[in-house]
Structure formats: C-alpha cells, structure tokens
C-alpha cells in the first residue's frame, strides 16, 4: 500500500489507535459485548463533507448512520427486491429501537444538481434512476423560488420528501403517532458550519 490515498488512511488509522481508540479503548469493549444502542438514526448524504459524526460530535455507539447519494428515502415498497435504506431503517427502528430518525441535506449537493441538471452521462446506470425519484419535487421548488435560491430550496426539498416518505412505512408512522419516535429534517452549510432544522411547512430555521 505505497499510493497517496493508502498512506493517508493508514495515518489516520495510526493516528485512531494511538489516541482515539486508546483513551476510549472500555467504551469498544463495552460496545462488543452489549452490542450497539444508538439513539438517533440518521439518513445523511455520502458527500465527503457532510459526516455526521463529526458535525454532531458523536461517539461510537451512538448514531445509526444511513449515507446515500442526496440522503434520499424511497417510499416503503416491499417488494422481495434489495432495498438497502428501507432495510436499515427496518433494522434500526425494529431492532436498535431507535428514538429519532434525522434526515440531513446539505449545501452544494451533487446528488441535489443532478436532479435539477440531470446525472453525469458517465453516471447512468445507478445515479441516474437513483435520483430520479426526487427530480419532481425540486423541479416544482425551483419554478417558484429566485434562480439564486433554487440550490438551497431544491437541497431542502428533498429533505421534506425524505420525511414525507419515512411516514410511508408503517411501523415507522405508528411509531412517531404513538409518541415514541421522532422525525427531525435538517440541512448544513458546508462553508458555515450551521445547521438549519425544519420547524414548519417550507421553512428551516437556524439552531
């Protein structure tokens, strides 16, 4: 492992061992023998610069984290085909029992951009359908906002869709009904920082 990008993981790996894993090292050992008990499950984006664990300064245990491309929720479809976020939602809901599921947009988004501009012709084969599904809702976003507000109102359209979907799952609808689970829909500013949380239809306001 001699190129740049092993060099820079082993590092980090080193860095992880020497410190981190070091000063937590009963926390590990508690985790592997009780198992995970995370409180919140979190559907974020895969972009490299949206992590949350870093961005909610978490601990090992404590985030379910679900990362997919726009940190989008299909509708419930169970349809005996792979479903790779309804299976975690399924397992982290049913299983880990979590108390809150985040959805977490961001600025700047790809997965956002291709569904306003369309997939990179070299991203057709899965990006393309994957993001199709919210193509509808930011195209109607940004018919009725400013050109310079249509990145950051498609970003956090797909969030409330995202939401609006996770209420299609039925143990997921019951749950939040009953008072035992919690939606939040959220978005960070990659430049700022900042969170900004969903409070009411259409708005997101500063925490």
């Known amino acids: 492992m001699s190129d740049e990008s092993a060099d820079a993981l082993l ?16 926390d590990y050992e508690a985790l592997a023998t009780h198992g995970q008990r995370p409180h919140t499950l979190v559907v974020a984006c895969s972009d490299s610069r949206a992590d949350p664990a870093l961005i909610f300064d978490t601990a090992p245990g404590q985030l379910f984290v679900v990362r997919n491309v726009a940190n989008l929720v ?16 399924e397992f982290g809901v049913k299983v880990l029992n979590v108390s809150r599921i985040v959805v977490m947009g961001h600025a700047h988004c790809g997965g956002v951009n291709a569904m306003l501009n369309g997939a990179p012709e070299n991203c057709q084969d899965f990006v393309a359908p994957w993001v199709e599904q919210g193509t509808p809702a930011v195209r109607r976003v ?22 609006d979907n ?10 939040e009904a009953a008072g035992d ?7 960070f500013g990659i ?13 997101f306001e500063t925490l």
Do not use: C, N
């Open 191 to 203: 430049a700022d920082g900042m969170l900004r949380a969903l409070t009411g239809p259409g708005r």
């Open 11 to 26: 590092a980090g790996y080193r860095r992880f061992r020497e410190g981190h894993w070091a000063e937590a090292k009963a």
């Open 166 to 175: 996770l209420r299609t799952f039925p143990w997921i609808a019951e749950r």
């Open 142 to 163: 940004a018919e009725a906002v400013e050109p310079d507000e249509v990145e950051q109102a498609a970003e956090e359209a797909v969030v409330r869709l995202s939401l």
């Open 74 to 89: 299909p509708p419930y479809q169970p349809d005996q085909r792979l479903h790779g976020v309804s299976a975690a939602l």
């Open 181 to 187: 689970l919690t939606l939040t829909g959220l978005h």
